[in-house]
């Protein structure tokens, strides 16, 4: 029988976990038709061959926490999202940390482009409500990769409450959880909330609770940014830490609700948090013990992008820009980040500014940034969350670890209830995060070789098999008869990245190959997915 495609001689890695083992694979309409033994190798052929000699043959990587659906609107979205490619990523899951494109109501699209700001590259029509309706739209644009999506309990809360800070009555309660029943019923893999945000920040766990229910019945899971990450924060009050206390809120939840948890970028910020991380990867343990459905992911740097807002009190969010603009609000918000000052000089990296005349302090720490605005480093925080109007984008560092000391991030990332994602925001405005660019070659040449932290085959089950199940992604993330032609080919022992926080782009080495729906978009470690849109909408399995 002669085949679309006919991948021979390489090592397969097939994302179960399992033992590599030599096998050719043959690939017809999108989707592996046959695992080819050694021995019927010269029994069959293909309309064209890949020689994967010395190489590894994986499934495409699934990122399952990305915030590219604010990209994916975008006619350009495969020019940004190609860094995506060039790694192995064949399949991302958006609509993290509580805010999706959908579902929405459409006349709250003010607030939502306020939102999502710091993850668009550009305000663009919101030309649908629901799950099902937007992804028909992308559908017909065309897609450069899979996507699935997460219903966002921040988009929701805001669609139905607006800038309310008040707890929901059960009327809006029940508008909340109709949207999250419907984004379900449309196939979304189940709804995502982001507690370090506004409105996610305010909302108690009963909220949470209820509108995870729904998700937990139609078969979804629960994702959460937690309320803390760090040993101390505003928004708990008890000696125990608080992402400790964050991590049992939401298993309890999790547990109430009867709903898979997935705890999103598990991290541990500031110094004195990196010494709580057995005591929280216990918890997970526990929980799990207990029957409890929980595992977390982790990207594997001690840095990430997030909001100039995510530093500022909850109190403050509503009002953020009348705030910043008085008087009276900026010293009341500069007396409240004053035990920031140090964190925020060394750690708080600038990566876009929103107005291009402070585009000069794109990628600059706020130290740097302080000296040349003659400001304290608090005072310049506050001045280009206010010149930017609340919406720039800053890399926060000492993220589970520093450049010498990565005790907290590896003991994350080899733990068994751990999956890998990347968690970048990628437009292609202002200085990049290294992760859009190298997150997987990282994990597999740093980590997995260099260091052996982990075998091959559990890396690539964290990278494939395993977002595929958490994230009910049928016939995806394995190397399986009948499963869709997804794959990553790469060289075991030149892969890695040079990506960091000073050349954030620097691409990625060792990748061969990548293959998605049984289309090439990268062949022979060059380019070649112009004008390709062979991803698909996928819906929960």
């Known amino acids: 029988m002669e085949y679309d495609l006919l991948i021979r001689g390489g090592t397969v890695v097939d994302g179960s976990g399992a033992p590599r083992f030599r096998a050719d ?17 010269s029994q069959v052929s293909a309309a064209r061959e890949i020689d994967a000699t010395g190489l590894v043959v994986a499934p495409g990587f699934i990122d399952p926490h990305s915030h590219s659906d604010w990209i994916l609107p975008l006619a350009e979205h495969p020019e940004i999202l190609r860094p995506f490619l060039l790694q192995g990523v064949t399949t991302f899951v958006g609509g993290n940390c509580g805010f999706s494109t959908a579902p929405i109501r459409r006349e709250r699209h003010g607030l939502l482009d306020g939102s999502g700001q710091m993850l668009s590259d550009r305000i663009f029509e919101w030309q649908w409500e629901q799950v099902g309706e937007f992804g028909a739209y992308l559908k017909r644009a065309g897609l450069a990769l899979n996507v699935a999506h997460l219903a966002g309990h921040g988009s929701i809360r805001l669609s139905v409450m607006g800038l309310d800070d008040g707890e929901p009555s059960p009327e809006q309660l029940r508008a909340m959880c109709a949207m999250v029943e419907r984004a379900m019923e449309d196939g979304a893999v189940g709804l995502s909330t982001g507690l370090g945000y506004f409105p996610g920040m305010i909302a108690k766990p009963a ?10 019945r139609a078969g979804g899971v629960l994702t959460s940014h937690l309320r803390a990450y760090s040993v101390r924060s505003l928004m708990f009050s008890s000696d125990v830490p608080h992402n400790l206390l964050a991590v049992r ?8 609700a009867k709903v898979p948890l ?17 005591e929280v990867l216990r918890e997970f343990e526990r929980a799990a013990e207990s029957g409890a459905d929980v595992t977390f992911d982790t990207f594997p740097y001690t840095a990430g992008n997030t909001t100039i807002r995510v530093l500022f009190p909850a109190w403050s969010q509503p009002e953020m820009p009348a705030l910043l603009a008085s008087a009276e609000g ?21 990566m876009w500014a929103i107005k291009p005349e402070l585009g000069e302090f794109e990628g600059k720490f706020f130290g740097e940034i302080a000296e040349r605005m003659k400001l304290d480093p608090v005072e310049a925080y506050l001045t280009i969350a206010r010149e930017s109007g609340t919406r720039a984008r800053v890399m926060l560092h000492l993220y589970s670890g520093d450049s010498s000391d990565e005790h907290a991030l590896r003991a994350a990332m080899a733990h068994r209830q751990n999956l890998f994602e990347m968690d970048t925001i990628l437009t292609s405005h202002g200085f990049h995060n290294p992760a859009s660019f190298g997150t997987y070659p990282r994990i597999l040449g740093h980590y997995v070789r260099e260091l052996g932290l982990l075998g091959l085959e ?8 395993l977002p595929a199940a958490r994230m009910r992604l049928g016939g995806r993330g394995l190397i399986r008869a009948g499963y869709a032609a997804d794959l990553t080919i790469f060289n075991p022992s030149t892969i890695g990245s040079e990506a960091d926080f000073v050349h954030p782009m620097a691409p990625a080495r060792g ?17 070649c997915g112009d004008g390709v849109l062979a991803g698909e909408w996928l819906t929960r399995a």
């Open 249 to 256: 809120e939401m298993i309890d939840v999790a547990r109430a």
């Open 262 to 278: 997935q705890v999103s970028h598990l991290i541990f910020v500031g110094r004195r948090t990196w010494q709580t991380v057995d």
């Open 207 to 216: 909220e949470l609770r209820a509108m995870a229910e729904v998700a937990g």
């Open 25 to 41: 694979v043959a690939v017809s309409g999108g989707r592996i038709e046959k695992l080819v033994e050694p021995a019927e190798a």
């Open 458 to 465: 559990d890396a690539i089950h964290k990278m494939t098999g």
């Open 511 to 527: 990748i061969e190959h990548v293959i998605v729906n049984g289309r090439a978009v990268v062949a022979e470690s060059r380019w």
């Open 330 to 350: 900026s010293a009341r918000l500069r007396d409240n980040f004053r035990p920031l000052a140090t964190f925020i000089h060394d750690s708080a990296q600038l």
